[in-house]
């Protein structure tokens, strides 16, 4: 019965993320002015996929009204989904993205920002990227960690992105992502870090049927008056007091 309902899951993930004619055609053109309307459909197109995968999600918090920055721990692929199916959101990411096989095509559709971190300039043009979102009233993921930790410890926060919310004065969301798991603070298929196949992880998390995702939104962040590493700090020490709270 495993075994069916892997292949079922598989076959509409594979049908669901290749159908980009049909994500680009109804979306349609896309503007850093995104309508509310595009911005839905796309968090409705992330929505499809956690149901598709399975996912048991679980928000902590209020999602609040108004742009803002919003940050978060990064472990696994799979945190782009769940925050892209709870937030009104578009994401940073690095530049190879844009090129790969079919994922590429995606985030080229839904105006998702990247960062060539090859070049001298990539965190200023990045900072100027997430400004231009936020100034047109647009939400923007990032994962200040600047890669993924594969959840077994926060690693310490890249202040530079920060620099975007002093330009637009405009808030932080603090978020927290956790996969519990019997007894473990994450479950054993989700981990994925560089050097990973993605194929095969996401083999290995279509193949489940018990991954759970807790979300926590912390308050917000106000950043009037305070410069981007205190920024950084405040917000490194709300997730990190969070995870280690929650840990088991």
């Known amino acids: 019965m495993k075994i069916i309902n892997f292949f079922t899951k598989l076959f509409r993930f594979i049908s669901h993320i290749t159908n980009t004619k049909k994500i680009i055609s109804d979306i349609g053109e896309f503007n850093i ?16 996929i956690s149901k598709i ?22 472990s696994s692929w799979l945190d782009i989904i769940i925050l892209g199916s709870t937030f009104k959101t578009t994401f940073l990411s690095k530049i190879e993205v844009s090129s790969w096989p079919i994922i590429g095509r995606i985030t080229r559709a839904v105006d998702m ?34 890669t993924s930790s594969g959840g077994k410890k926060l690693l310490k926060f890249k202040p530079r992105l920060f620099a975007s919310c002093i330009d637009t004065n405009s808030p932080v969301q603090c978020v927290i992502i956790r996969y519990p798991h019997k007894d473990k603070n994450i479950h054993p298929s989700v981990p994925f870090v560089r050097g990973n196949s993605l194929f095969l992880n996401i083999l290995k998390v279509l193949f489940q049927d018990d991954i759970a995702a807790e979300i926590t939104i912390s308050e917000l962040v106000f950043t009037d008056n305070k410069d981007r590493r205190s920024i950084s700090n405040e917000c490194y020490e709300i997730i990190k007091k969070n995870l280690e709270e929650n840990a088991n």
């Not at 002015?33 to 499809?48: D, T, V």
């Not at 995968?53 to 990064?74: F, M």
């Open 113 to 146: 920002l990247f960062i060539d971190r090859g070049k001298k300039n990539a965190a200023s043009v990045a900072v100027d990227g997430i400004s231009r979102f936020l100034s047109n009233n647009r939400n923007v993921t990032i994962f200040p960690e600047g």
């Open 33 to 48: 002015c995104a309508s509310e309307n595009q911005s839905e459909k796309i968090r409705l197109w992330f929505e499809k």
């Open 53 to 74: 995968i399975g996912i048991k999600i679980k928000i902590k918090g209020q999602i609040k009204s108004g742009n803002y920055l919003i940050i978060s721990n990064h």
